[in-house]
């Protein structure tokens, strides 16, 4: 079976390599990593997969070192899929079984500087991919990364689970693009029998993940506090909001369990279904850090223009349908992720 992984350097898409090669780690050690496969999956071969970005790859992101020598075995092409010519090139070759579209532009903050490039990159590269799958492997199963960020805000103060029924209500830019991308690929099922599969995901966390992020924001300034980097102080943005955070781990398994079980055009939250205030996250970060007492400040430039109160996810549909459910819990997630943003602190 041929894979394509578009996006393939960024933080969803190196777990995803490392998942699909069998080497990531569980948070249960009596669980083999094939039964985490789905049923219906085979073991995949490194030589089968073509991870595609437009930076340079790095084997050194996050992802377990038992599957270091094997990621040297994928076939990795630099290329900006945005260019029409050059993912029709790269599909039209391959003629992969499975197409993981991981590819985006994923800040938030970003898409109120540049919404037009983040439209670019969100929206029309998925539609070009799609365009060329149709042409060149029409029977290849495609997975659409897309966002719960497309969800309208809750009204009643987030007490209830957003389910993938909910009103689609996007409040920036990013989630603008998202939501483009998410009805295109709906249509494309429809228009032409494509399988075509959409995830709405909450948000990831985890070892790898950009310091753009909350989470690991967070971690990479303990981190230095406790290497001495700098004084005992973290600086945040808004801790009063509320978030469902699931292990990037179990996101790309939930990716293929989608895939390989869920119903071409119709969307499945990705989440924990568990909503977490940042700010009881933030606690629980400090509690596992090495320094006695950490003053937090909120810092003004990490406010967004527009914030979500709440958003939790139901996950009941995808459990359903695929039998995934999460493997870890947040404080192994934070753990791992704050160990992470250690050893690099500690290279400094």
């Known amino acids: 079976m041929k894979v394509l992984i578009t996006g393939a350097c960024g933080f969803a898409g190196r777990h995803l390599i490392d998942y699909l090669l069998g080497s990531s780690s569980s948070p249960d050690k009596k669980v083999e990593k094939d039964k985490c496969l789905p049923r219906k999956m ?3 071969s490194a ?12 084997f050194n992101n996050g992802c377990s070192a038992a599957s270091a020598g094997k990621m040297e075995r994928v076939n990795f092409i630099k290329a900006d899929i945005s260019i029409k010519k050059v993912v029709r090139e790269i599909i039209k070759k391959i ?4 197409i993981y579209h991981l590819a985006g532009q994923p800040s938030v903050g970003y898409s109120w500087k540049d919404p037009v490039k983040t439209f670019e990159v969100n929206v029309i590269a998925g539609i070009q991919l799609l365009e060329a799958a149709r042409s060149y492997s029409p029977d290849c199963r495609i997975l659409i990364a897309c966002t719960a960020e497309e969800y309208a805000p809750v009204k009643n103060d987030g007490d209830t689970a957003i389910t993938e029924n909910f009103h689609i209500g996007p409040s920036n830019p990013y989630a603008i ?4 991308i998410d009805f295109f690929a709906a249509t ?3 228009a032409y029998g494509m399988p075509v599969f959409i995830s709405r995901s909450f948000n990831h966390i985890g070892p790898g993940q950009s310091e753009n992020f909350v989470t690991a924001d967070f971690a990479k300034q303990i981190a230095e506090i406790e290497a001495g980097h700098k004084k005992p102080e973290v600086f945040t943005g808004n801790l009063e909001a509320y978030r469902d955070f699931l292990d990037v781990r179990d996101a790309v398994r939930a990716y293929c369990f989608i ?10 939250n990705v989440c924990s279904g568990i909503k977490t205030r940042i700010s009881d996250m933030l606690d629980m970060m400090i509690s596992l850090s090495k320094v006695g007492k950490i003053k937090i400040t ?16 139901d996950n009941t549909r995808i459990k359903n349908h695929t039998g995934w459910k999460p493997e870890y819990n947040i404080k ?17």
């Open 332 to 348: 192994h997630t934070l753990k791992d992720t704050l160990d992470w943003w250690r050893e690099r602190s500690r290279s400094k």
């Open 95 to 98: 003629k992969p079984d499975r």
């Open 188 to 190: 494309y099922q429809k």
């Open 259 to 268: 895939t390989e079980y869920g119903k071409p055009g119709e969307p499945y």
């Open 298 to 313: 909120v810092d003004k430039k990490k406010l967004r223009p527009v914030d979500v109160k709440s958003i939790y996810g």
């Open 42 to 44: 085979p073991l995949i």
């Open 47 to 58: 030589e089968d997969i073509t991870a595609a970005d437009i930076t340079d790859y790095s």
């Open 177 to 180: 693009s998202k939501a483009a």
